[in-house]
């Protein structure tokens, strides 16, 4: 659930950017309605990314130092103070409003940031080592759900204003096509983003600390046994003896890290970083995509609540038929095909999609392919999520020692979300026309969207190279993975039975 609300808060904004321009950057005349300028749209979807980025860094090293459970319940917290106080934005002057909208969403994008390492962490902790691919994949596919339920959300919310508040076209009156109560839509839609987070907060009270947390980290066998007795219902000893033996410990930043794990975070951090930049960049050419195939028409044909509805409804579609389905089938295949062969293969299509889009770009443009456009389109992004954008989430949280585990958890998921602002604003400006005359209003000429496509390509192209520096962790126990095991005397027989994923 916490993962859900995630995605539910990090992708919401898209769906009402567009009715903040109309409702606060109205221009009195102009042809078509009003849109945020490009510096109040950036910093509106990306204000949030940088608090993800931020959270990430600072609740990994927080989960190392005071466990995961006592930070997971903070996290939450902060998720729905600030969905709930990112809706009550203050005054109504733009300036305002866009100013503590921007203020909360960085604080609400600071506890999402704590719940990525965190919940990867202690889903890899609790899970058994069979299963244990399926069971942290299932809780980033959630994210597919928070996409898929932040569309219908909108689609029902502007449903029912639009339903109770009529009001013309844009193009035949342009005040009356929004209605005052178009405020509310917005506002509504971000804060119930607090629900699903507020519902399973008792929930995050009542799971104790992960065993392995409390053994190997806090070393305390006694409060590991009795919480995994529970946990599973049956009876476990502690065998303190077995936890007295480990080695001295290494720390993130000392050559013993760097000889066992630095190829290894250096393989999760850049592939979840390439990778992001072209998950992210989708958002450029959905609207492209979305208006060239008839599903949302031109903005001043509509009315502002429809806008919202439209969008709403196109955003619910492409998670349903491509997001969503990639994930699960991620979940299903991780534990047979393994991290290491589903992480190459997306890497791979996703390549060859994108300059299969990019060389003949000039070709798909015509009304007559778009439907091949929009399946090229869908099948890169199925082999996103069923490929390294479910992988890259998952190795991390199973390669490295217990005490540094959230951590590097949390350096590769910030690596990823700065990959992500690259993707979304390195190329809104990238994807721009080549003549400034044709560029977005407010923007600088670009490359054009052909040659963004072939350079997305080459990104793509770059993450399969790099995904040859990450081990595959497929039906090994977290120590063997992370060699915590090795050298105290006994062995693999000594550690199996202080660790619970061999029950």
Same mark, same amino acid.
């Given at each position: ?32 309605? &009003? +849109?945020?300028? @490009? ?7 990306? *204000?949030?990314?940088? %608090?993800? !980025?931020?959270?990430? $860094? ?117 005040? &009356? +096509?929004?209605? @005052? ?7 509504? *839609?971000?804060?119930? %983003?607090? !629900?699903?987070?507020? $519902? ?130 991620? *979940? ?172």
């Amino acid at each position: 659930m916490g993962f859900f609300t995630d995605a539910y808060d990090l992708f919401c904004i898209s769906l009402v950017t567009k009715l903040l321009g109309r409702i606060y950057y109205h221009v009195d005349g102009a042809k078509s309605p &009003g +849109s945020l300028p @490009p510096n109040v749209s950036a910093a509106v979807n990306g *204000v949030a990314f940088c %608090g993800t !980025l931020a959270g990430q $860094l600072f609740f990994g090293w927080l989960g190392d130092k005071l466990g995961r459970k006592k930070v997971y319940g903070m996290t939450l917290m902060l998720m729905v103070i600030c969905s709930i106080a990112s809706g009550l934005s203050f005054s109504s002057n733009p300036k305002a409003v866009m100013a503590t909208l921007c203020f909360f969403r960085f604080w609400l994008g600071f506890g999402i940031g704590g719940d990525y390492p965190l919940s990867a962490t202690i889903m890899s902790e609790y899970a058994n080592k069979k299963t244990r691919g399926a069971f942290i994949a299932a809780v980033f596919a959630m994210q597919g759900f928070g996409i898929l339920g932040g569309g219908i959300f909108a689609i029902i919310i502007s449903a029912a204003f639009m339903a109770s508040f009529h009001a013309p076209p844009y193009e035949v009156d342009p005040v &009356g +096509s929004t209605v @005052p109560e178009a405020d509310y839509v917005w506002r509504i *839609v971000l804060m119930v %983003g607090a !629900l699903p987070a507020a $519902l399973t907060y008792y929930w995050r009270l009542k799971m104790p600390e992960t065993a392995r947390y409390t053994a190997l980290v806090a070393k305390n066998a006694k409060q590991a046994a009795s919480d995994m007795s529970k946990v599973l219902q049956m009876d476990i000893e502690a065998e303190p003896q077995k936890i007295e033996q480990e080695k001295i410990r290494y720390g993130l930043f000392s050559k013993e890290f760097a000889k066992r794990h630095g190829l290894h975070l250096l393989g999760t951090t850049t592939t979840w970083f390439l990778l992001d930049i072209a998950f992210y960049s989708q958002n450029l050419f959905q609207k492209d995509i979305f208006s060239a195939i008839g599903w949302i028409p031109s903005a001043k044909t509509m009315n502002a609540l429809e806008e919202v509805y439209k969008i709403a409804r196109a955003q619910t579609l492409i998670a349903l038929c491509s997001t969503v389905p990639g994930y699960w089938f991620t *979940v299903a295949f991780i534990d047979i095909m393994g991290r290491f062969a589903i992480q190459l293969m997306g890497f791979f299509f996703m390549t060859v999609f994108m300059f299969a889009l990019a060389i003949p770009y000039d070709h798909w443009i015509h009304k007559d392919n778009r439907i091949g456009f929009v399946v090229m389109y869908s099948l890169t992004f199925f082999f996103a999520n069923f490929g390294p954008n479910a992988t890259t989430f998952v190795v991390p949280a199973e390669i490295f020692p217990a005490r540094l585990r959230s951590t590097c958890h949390g350096i590769s998921a910030a690596a990823g979300k700065l990959g992500a602002m690259v993707g979304a604003f390195g190329f809104l400006y990238l994807a721009q026309n080549k003549d400034k005359a044709k560029a977005d209003a407010g923007y600088p000429a670009g490359i054009g969207v052909k040659n963004s496509l072939i350079v997305l390509g080459v990104i793509n192209a770059l993450g399969f190279l790099f995904t040859f520096l990450v081990p595959e962790s497929k039906g090994k126990s977290l120590e063997e993975m992370s060699g915590e095991n090795e050298n105290n005397g006994e062995g693999e027989a000594g550690a199996s039975s202080s660790s619970p994923s061999n029950h």
